[in-house]
């Protein structure tokens, strides 16, 4: 597996159709799925033989809480850790920033998958679109 690292302002096509793919054609969230964030944010991108097949993001908030987010998988390639490999990247480019708290926002199925990650549920919960989330943490 391909660990590719994208910074801001790089080319976003990749993580994008990865996104497109889980978020907007199999979960049925709006389409495009861009947003502010994706501009100032470092992109994580697993590819096997040079195709995408995994992507996540980080990004440090106004208030200086690194943000982790987007983590998406392809349906075929899931059940190989790959997104905890994404989650570990992305924990590492925030820790070269010296993070010491991560947060995200978790759809409630994946909840469990996060915990596991060393995250822990805030309590605060909100929808996004027709999908609730969970914030979550993690202290590094």
């Given amino acids: 597996m391909n660990v590719k690292i994208l910074h801001p302002g790089d080319n976003l096509r990749d ?13 049925g969230f709006s389409d495009p799925d861009w947003d502010k964030f994706d501009p100032i944010s470092y ?11 995994a992507t996540g993001r980080v990004y440090r908030s106004e208030d200086g809480v690194f ?9 075929e390639w899931r059940g190989h ?5 994404v989650i570990e990247e992305l924990e590492k ?5 010296h993070a010491k708290y991560l947060e995200l926002g978790a759809q409630l199925y994946a909840v469990p998958f996060y915990q596991k990650c060393g995250f822990h549920p805030t309590g605060n919960r909100y929808m996004d679109e ?11």
């Fill in 15 to 27: 993580p994008l159709d990865v996104r497109d793919e889980v978020f907007t054609k199999e979960q």
């Fill in 43 to 53: 992109h994580v991108l697993l590819c096997e033989n040079e195709k995408p097949v």
């Fill in 67 to 75: 943000v982790l987010g987007r983590i998406a998988v392809l349906k």
């Fill in 81 to 85: 850790s790959l997104g905890r490999a």
């Fill in 93 to 97: 480019i925030a820790q070269a920033d």
């Fill in 130 to 140: 027709f999908c609730e989330h969970e914030m979550m943490g993690k202290n590094l």
